[in-house]
């Protein structure tokens, strides 16, 4: 994080008052042995069904139906037991159809990973009539859900590991930026399971999309109260302090108001300090290298800097890029399941 873009700190923000909210808590399955096994959590051949392993899923419904489901994503999406599937990698019940998974392998809508969206126009300040359009996606909110999930995993075994971090889905944006909405909390306070307590980490990580396909990943250290922008390519300084720059800064206001919320400061006995902000340009990509997979080099960069998973680049960033969509869609179908009860 050497080269940076210095940036004045913002305004002490105003307190808010956010109302608590919780949902039950759930567990997943058993953890890899190791980091390294991040890179294949096993083949679909090699999952046996349990049922003591099942029942600790208690929002999945455990069936005859699960050996008759496809042996894996790509015999799924050739020729697939049913029009569309569900994954434990999402806290709710999305439904995963032939779209989802040709999109992420690169079948479908040329690699971009932003076939299903919902569109959110946030007005910042109203500076220059500027509107900012966040994309929702499916596949990045999944895939923050596997390493928030594998990383609750590896506490619950005891792991030895410098797990001091938590990674939040796009949505958590939307939550932070919206100061009426309640379900920003529920994220940092640490009473809804996977996502720990900002007390007990020291870095927030968090995908942020400025428009189409133009993907960064947020890095907050709490302890220098820093927020880094990691960049997969080069950003002009006219671009930086009209689009980008806004957007910084007004994250880093909510950010701040949500640890005086969560009393980060009166528990931790640290003064109320201000977030600065700026870039990291240490995984820029040429731009014609990154087209098409500017989302998914950002959830290359999320695993990568979370679970020390090495970028390999050996045989050219397009192979890689290649390869890395099959490991997705890999993961996110081994963890296939039911529809919770609610939503059958």
């Known amino acids: ?29 058993t953890s890899p042995d190791n980091v390294n096994e991040m890179q294949g959590e096993g083949s679909r051949s090699n999952e046996t069904k349990q049922p003591q392993q099942i029942k600790k899923r208690k929002w999945a419904i455990p069936d005859d139906e699960s050996e008759k489901w496809s042996k894996d994503v790509i015999e799924f999406f050739n020729n697939g037991d049913s029009p569309f599937c569900y994954s434990a990698v999402f806290f709710n019940s999305e ?8 999109t992420l392998l690169g079948y479908c809508n040329n690699g971009y990973l932003t076939p299903n969206v919902r ?4 007005n910042l300040f109203n500076l220059f009539n500027n509107l900012y359009i966040n994309l929702f996606v ?14 609750s995993r590896e506490v619950q075994q005891g792991r030895t590991l410098n797990l001091r971090w938590t990674i939040l ?18 994220f940092a306070n640490g009473k809804v399971s996977p996502f720990p307590s900002f007390l007990d980490i020291d870095y927030v990580y968090f995908p942020l ?12 250290d709490l302890n220098s109260l820093d927020l880094i922008m990691y960049n997969h390519k080069c950003i002009s300084g006219d671009r930086y302090r009209e689009r980008i720059h806004p957007i910084l800064k007004k994250i880093a206001v909510y950010f701040t108001a949500l640890l005086v919320n969560i009393r980060y400061w009166k528990v931790k006995r640290r003064q109320e300090s201000n977030i600065t902000y700026g870039a990291n340009d240490d995984y820029i990509r040429p731009e014609n290298e990154t087209y098409g997979n500017e989302a998914l080099y950002v959830c290359m960069l999320m695993e990568h800097l979370v ?7 050996a045989d050219g960033f397009k192979k890689c890029c290649t390869n890395y969509r099959l490991f997705m869609a890999e993961q996110i179908y081994f963890w296939r399941c039911l529809p919770r009860p609610c939503n059958v």
Not at 95 to 102: A, E, M, S, V
Not at 307 to 313: E, I, R, S, V, Y
């Open 209 to 220: 999309c400025f428009g189409s396909q133009d993907w960064s990943l947020i890095m907050i």
């Open 169 to 186: 889905p796009p949505s958590f944006v939307d939550s932070l930026l919206d100061s009426c909405n309640k379900n920003a909390i529920k």
């Open 138 to 151: 499916q596949h990045i909110e999944g895939w923050a859900g596997r390493l928030i999930n594998w990383r």
């Open 95 to 102: 439904k995963l159809d032939k779209r989802f998974w040709g």
């Open 1 to 29: 994080m050497d080269k940076q873009y210095s940036s004045q700190p913002v305004e002490k923000p105003s307190k808010w008052i956010l109302s608590k909210w919780r949902r039950p808590n759930f567990q997943n399955e």
């Open 307 to 313: 679970t020390g998973k090495p970028l390999d680049l």
């Open 119 to 122: 569109i959110h126009i946030l």
